[in-house]
């Protein structure tokens, strides 16, 4: 498939999967105490690991990954970027700046996107189910935390270097806020 016949498909998917989520989401809106998020690698990779580790993050259709729009938000990383996780090799893996994806309170989000191998062959409730999946451990995992939330964002981000990690645009962002007191 040529690079325009796929930004054409991503563009349409990206639109289906943003409608059918934002209702499904506004219950779990969350908009935090508006404190810079500052939360220690070690804590947020357990809280990312406990989340996903029933998912084989390698043949989901749905991936998630990692964005820090500020270098305070992350203890141990001082790159605001867009990360992939690898929890084999205990690391993430850094792709891409954040520049279009800021939000007005906070600095950390787990994004999704889709992998563009899987695109054609993919099913929406599937890439639904998953993606619901994913959201629903997030937040089960932010609420064990106890001082954790989140807040949602349908949003598009595209850059060339994700394209060439196979992944497609992220289309919705988790932001993961201060849980208010």
């Not at 007005?104 to 695109?119: D, N």
């Not at 595209?158 to 992944?167: G, H, K």
Request: proline content about 3%; some cysteine; charged content about 25%.
């Amino acid at each position: 498939m040529i690079h325009n016949e796929l930004f054409i498909r991503n563009e349409q998917t990206v639109r289906l999967y943003q409608r059918i989520i934002s209702d499904k989401l506004f219950s779990l809106h969350d908009k935090g105490d508006g404190k810079v998020l500052n939360v220690h690698i070690n804590i947020l990779a357990q809280l990312l690991y406990e989340a996903f580790k029933e998912i084989d993050l390698t043949n989901s259709p749905v991936v998630p990954v990692l964005i820090i729009s500020n270098p305070v938000a992350v203890q141990s990383i001082y790159v605001p970027g867009i990360y992939t996780m690898n929890f084999v090799c205990d690391e993430f893996m850094y792709i891409c700046d954040v520049d279009r994806l800021q939000n007005e309170v906070a600095t950390l989000a787990i994004g999704y996107t889709i992998q563009h191998s899987r695109l054609e062959r993919l099913l929406d409730e599937e890439v639904e189910k998953v993606l619901l999946y994913m959201v629903k451990r997030i937040n089960k995992f932010l609420d064990i935390h106890g001082e954790l939330t989140c807040s949602f964002e349908i949003a598009v981000k595209e850059d060339v270097l994700l394209y060439e990690n196979n992944l497609s645009p992220v289309f919705l962002c988790q932001w993961i806020v201060n849980r208010e007191e």
